[in-house]
């Protein structure tokens, strides 16, 4: 399966009432949002048509969450009409502001920034959102090179697992087999954890290295990584919408979830 048919069906899945893209390129993976949705790139380029209510941001990433109200654009109002015109969540506003409940990270594919991503997004997530990144899978080690020199590039983001892995035990990091390079797919993410934060200048000394890479085996050979099919007909995403729609704390609601997840993820991937 295709990334963007993996996204796609994660739509409905999640059943997402609203999006976050970074990395919009031409803006195929942001035409597949039917909700409200923001989308961030430097040098975006779209040519194709989006529909809906979308904030495209000219800028990069880094620089579109150091701003004051970086979601501002999905806030749900005081006022629920206002907001069913908009097509926001009634309620939002009186029960703990907006989060999001699908990203997708697709932006510069160098470790440090998709893990910059990642932290950024996860300040504006809760536990039930669904946070995917992509090109995490290479297939060989050109292709993980730091300095593109291959058509199709991930870049060395696939060290975004590893260190997710070490230092964020709390999540479930789910490699999914997408072609052409792999996503990830993160569930609990916790917009109170500064352990990525505390940690960033050790992880970036340890991790950002020069060229070749070394990819481990169980990445190259995606020995963990769920097939696309089963992660999507699993049954735990009714559970997963109804806890982030009925806001239920994590306490409640994360454990009882992450071993249905878990249950159906191969052995290995179950981290
Ligand atoms: C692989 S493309 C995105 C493809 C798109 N998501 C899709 O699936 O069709 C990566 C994009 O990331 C953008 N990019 C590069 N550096 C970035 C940054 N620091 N912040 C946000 N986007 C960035 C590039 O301009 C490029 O358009």
Same mark, same amino acid.
């Given at each position: 399966? @295709?990334?963007?048919?993996? /996204?796609?069906? /994660?739509?409905?899945a *999640?059943?997402?009432?609203?999006?976050?893209?970074?990395?919009?390129?031409?803006?195929?993976?942001?035409?597949?949002?039917?909700?409200?949705?923001?989308?961030?790139?430097? !040098?975006?380029?779209?040519?194709?048509?989006?529909?809906?209510?979308?904030?495209?941001?000219?800028? *990069?990433?880094?620089?579109?969450?150091?701003?004051?109200?970086?979601?501002?654009?999905?806030?749900?109002?005081?006022?629920?009409?206002?907001?069913?015109?908009?097509?926001?969540?009634?309620?939002?506003?009186?029960?703990?502001?907006? !989060?999001?409940? /699908?990203?997708?990270?697709?932006?510069?594919?160098?470790?440090?920034? !998709?893990?910059?991503?990642?932290?950024?997004?996860?300040?504006?997530?809760?536990?039930?959102?669904?946070?995917? /990144?992509?090109?995490?899978?290479?297939?060989?080690?050109?292709?993980?090179?730091?300095?593109?020199?291959?058509?199709?590039?991930?870049?060395?983001?696939?060290?975004?697992?590893?260190?997710?892995?070490?230092?964020?035990?709390?999540?479930?990091?789910?490699?999914?087999?997408?072609?052409?390079?792999?996503?990830?797919?993160?569930f609990?993410?916790?917009?109170?954890?500064?352990?990525?934060?505390?940690?960033? $200048?050790?992880?970036?000394?340890?991790?950002?290295?020069? $060229?070749? @890479?070394?990819?481990?085996?169980?990445?190259?050979?995606?020995?963990?990584?769920?097939?696309?099919?089963?992660l999507?007909g699993a049954s735990f995403w009714p559970e997963l919408v109804r806890a982030?729609?009925?806001?239920?704390?994590?306490?409640?609601?994360?454990?009882r979830l992450r071993s249905k997840i878990e249950a159906v993820?191969?052995?290995?991937?179950?981290?």
């Open positions: 399966m @295709q990334r963007h048919e993996l /996204l796609r069906a /994660l739509h409905k *999640t059943a997402a009432r609203n999006y976050l893209e970074i990395g919009v390129n031409d803006g195929r993976s942001l035409a597949l949002s039917k909700v409200p949705s923001i989308g961030i790139d430097p !040098a975006f380029k779209v040519n194709v048509d989006l529909r809906g209510d979308i904030q495209l941001a000219r800028t *990069t990433s880094d620089e579109f969450f150091a701003g004051k109200r970086p979601l501002g654009h999905l806030e749900s109002a005081r006022n629920p009409l206002k907001n069913i015109r908009k097509g926001r969540p009634l309620f939002s506003h009186y029960v703990g502001g907006t !989060a999001l409940d /699908l990203a997708f990270i697709d932006g510069m594919h160098l470790f440090e920034y !998709a893990l910059r991503d990642f932290m950024n997004v996860e300040k504006h997530s809760r536990w039930g959102s669904v946070i995917v /990144l992509d090109d995490m899978l290479p297939r060989d080690v050109d292709e993980a090179a730091r300095d593109r020199h291959t058509q199709f590039w991930a870049g060395d983001v696939f060290k975004v697992i590893p260190v997710l892995r070490k230092y964020r035990p709390d999540l479930l990091v789910v490699p999914v087999d997408t072609e052409p390079t792999g996503v990830v797919v993160v609990g993410a916790d917009p109170d954890s500064d352990v990525l934060k505390k940690h960033y $200048d050790e992880i970036h000394a340890e991790w950002v290295v020069p $060229d070749p @890479q070394k990819v481990p085996e169980n990445i190259l050979g995606r020995a963990d990584a769920i097939s696309p099919e089963a999507l982030r729609n009925l806001r239920l704390p994590r306490a409640r609601g994360f454990g993820l191969p052995t290995s991937a179950a981290v």
